[in-house]
C-alpha cells in the first residue's frame, strides 16, 4: 500500500543556507533549527522522508559527486541517530543551463522518481521547500499541500503554509499530517 511522504528541500531548509555560495565540505553543513523533530514526527506519523535537492556545484566542478555522496552520508549517520534519517534522497547535480537537464527543480523528475521508487501516494503528500523552485516543483508533482520557509529568495509562488523559519516547523506538521491511526486514503 502506498504511502504519503514529506519532501524536503536542503539548503535552507534541511540545512543553514549557505547564502549565495554552496556547503562544499561537511565542516559547512549545520542543521537548521527544529528540522530534527520535524523528520522523527514524519516517522512517527507514518511518513516517508524524501530529500529532493539541487545541488549544481558538482556540475560546476565546485566538489565531486563523492564529496556530495559524503556530506549526505555524514548527514543521515547524525539523523539515524535521532530516528529521523531520510528514506530517500534525490540530487540534481546539473547546470541550471544544461539544456538536456530534465530532474532540474522546478521540474517534478526526482519527485516522480522517488514516488515511484518507495510506492509513496503523492495526493497525500507535502512539500518543504524555501525558493518558488521548491514550491512549484510540488506542485507539478501534484502535491496538493507546500510549505514555504522564509529566505532571501524571490516569493512569487505561493504556497499553502509560510514559516518565518524551521523552529516552528514540526508544530506546524503536526497539525498537517494525519494520525497514524487514521486511514490515509
Known amino acids: 500500500m502506498s504511502r504519503p511522504a514529506v519532501f524536503f528541500d536542503r539548503d535552507g531548509v ?19 533549527p527544529g528540522i530534527i523533530e520535524a523528520l522523527k514526527l514524519c516517522h512517527t506519523r507514518g511518513y516517508a522522508t524524501i530529500l529532493a535537492t539541487s545541488q549544481q556545484g558538482v556540475g560546476k566542478g565546485l566538489m565531486t559527486q563523492a564529496t556530495l555522496d559524503d556530506i ?3 548527514m543521515q549517520a547524525e539523523l539515524i541517530t535521532h530516528g529521523a534519517a531520510f528514506d530517500g534522497i ?29 510506492d509513496l501516494d503523492l495526493d497525500l503528500s507535502l512539500m518543504v521547500g524555501d525558493a518558488d523552485r521548491d514550491i512549484q516543483m510540488g506542485t507539478n508533482a501534484g502535491i496538493p499541500l507546500t510549505i514555504r ?5 524571490p516569493h512569487l509562488i505561493p504556497a499553502t503554509h509560510t514559516l518565518p523559519d524551521t523552529t516552528g516547523l514540526a508544530e506546524l506538521l503536526e497539525s498537517c499530517l494525519a494520525e497514524p491511526t487514521k486511514s490515509v486514503e
Open 149 to 153: 520557509i522564509e529566505s532571501e529568495n
Open 90 to 118: 534525490y540530487a540534481c547535480t546539473c547546470l541550471s543551463s544544461d539544456p538536456d537537464c530534465t530532474c532540474r527543480k522546478p521540474s517534478a523528475e526526482m519527485l516522480l522518481r522517488a514516488a515511484q521508487e518507495h
Open 72 to 74: 549526505h552520508a555524514r
Open 14 to 32: 534541511v540545512n543553514l543556507s549557505p547564502g549565495a555560495g554552496y556547503v562544499l565540505r561537511w565542516e559547512d553543513f549545520h542543521f537548521n
